[in-house]
Structure formats: structure tokens, C-alpha cells
């Protein structure tokens, strides 16, 4: 895989992270690739998946409806 330019991406906190800094990952959206850090650790080291790997994650531990 070729390197990404995450310099100019915007990031969003996890739907399931809490108000007081838990634990915590930020994705980017809308990429051909899905990055992935540490909210706690911004400039530490990113996890790059692919769009499709990343969505079979998500469905996969997604909690059952009305979970959180």
C-alpha cells in the first residue's frame, strides 16, 4: 500500500466515546481508505483499512439495536 496524506483530513470522534476522554478513536470519513487513531494520541501512529474491511468491522461489533 502507498502511503496517505493525512495532513489536510478532517476526523471525527466515535460515536461511543464518552464526554470525558475515555477511551477514544477517531476515523476519517468519505476516503478510499478508512483511517483510524487515537483520540488520546493524535500525532502517534494511524491504522489505514480499507473501505470495505473497515465496513464488515463495524457490522461486525455493532451492538444490537437500542444498544450503545
Do not use: Q
Not at 44 to 68: I, K, N, Q, S, Y
Amino acid at each position: 500500500m502507498r502511503a496517505v496524506d493525512l495532513t489536510t483530513i478532517t476526523w471525527r470522534k466515535s460515536s461511543y466515546s464518552n464526554e470525558d476522554g475515555g477511551e477514544c478513536l477517531e476515523v476519517a470519513d468519505h476516503l478510499p481508505h478508512v483511517p483510524v487513531r487515537d483520540s488520546k494520541n493524535p500525532t502517534g501512529p494511524t491504522l489505514v483499512f480499507g473501505a470495505e474491511a473497515w465496513a464488515v468491522f463495524v457490522d461486525g461489533v455493532r451492538c444490537p439495536a437500542g444498544g450503545r
